[in-house]
T-cell receptor
Framework: NAGVMQNPRHLVRRRGQEARLRCSPM?????VYWYRQLPEEGLKFMVY????????ESGMPKERFSAEFPKEGPSILRIQQVVRGDSAAYFC???????????FGEGSWLTVV | GESVGLHLPTLSVQEGDNSIINCAYS??????FIWYKQESGKGPQFIID?????DKRQGQRVTVLLNKTVKHLSLQIAATQPGDSAVYFC????????????FGAGTRLTVKP
């Protein structure tokens, strides 16, 4: 009964490099959410996806950030040309029906040096 | 609104005492609420939920109270244990936008032995 799986758990990137964070939802879940969390702060919604569709990306920065959830494989959050301010924990969550309880992964900690 | 650069509120209790964690939510139309627990270095973990047609719901050692009149949610933990030490977040789900579960800033609970 695997939960939401995220990898890598920790990622270090130099400024200007690209970061790719992967998320496999719980079995049977077709709705994926990405959140960002800065130290000592709450979770900030970024994007909501279903298979092959972006449903709501109102929380995504306009530049450098993108997300996808292909028909096969995990959801990917991509950050291009990372800057120090991108350093944060990125959490993926999934739900079965998109409207109720969402279950979180253990997060991916991005550090930009 | 967002919590920007603020330290988390903290609550310190003695082991064995009861804990009460409070949360004010923002949208009077929200119809679904969840409490999450987040331990250091881990993802948020679902604790208990409640719908707006209820004012109280009990789980194992936890009780959630909902006061819609003042838009207030509380989490009560009975006989608090050291393993309860974590950050606790409440989340609200507006009925018009199932994608946009809003998280509060969180409260850090510390249990003293």
């Amino acid at each position: 009964n695997a939960g939401v799986m995220q990898n890598p758990r920790h990622l270090v990137r130099r400024r200007g490099q690209e970061a790719r964070l992967r998320c496999s939802p719980m079995k049977g879940h077709s709705h994926v959410y990405w959140y960002r969390q800065l130290p000592e702060e709450g979770l900030k919604f970024m994007v909501y996806l279903q298979k092959e569709n972006i449903i709501d990306e109102s929380g995504m920065p306009k530049e450098r950030f993108s997300a996808e959830f292909p028909k096969e494989g995990p959801s990917i959050l991509r950050i291009q040309q990372v800057v120090r301010g991108d350093s944060a924990a990125y959490f993926c969550a999934s739900s079965e029906d998109g409207g109720n309880t969402i279950y979180f992964g253990e997060g991916s900690w991005l550090t930009v040096v | 609104g967002e919590s920007v650069g603020l330290h988390l509120p903290t609550l310190s209790v003695q082991e064995g005492d009861n804990s009460i964690i409070n949360c004010a939510y923002s949208n009077s139309a929200s119809d679904y609420f969840i409490w999450y627990k987040q331990e250091s270095g881990k993802g948020p973990q679902f604790i208990i939920d409640i719908r707006s047609n209820m004012d109280k719901r009990q789980g194992q050692r936890v009780t959630v109270l909902l006061n819609k009149t003042v838009k207030h949610l509380s989490l009560q933990i009975a006989a608090t244990q050291p393993g309860d030490s974590a950050v606790y977040f409440c989340a609200e789900n507006p009925p018009y936008n199932n994608n946009d579960m809003r998280f509060g800033a969180g409260t850090r609970l510390t249990v003293k032995p």
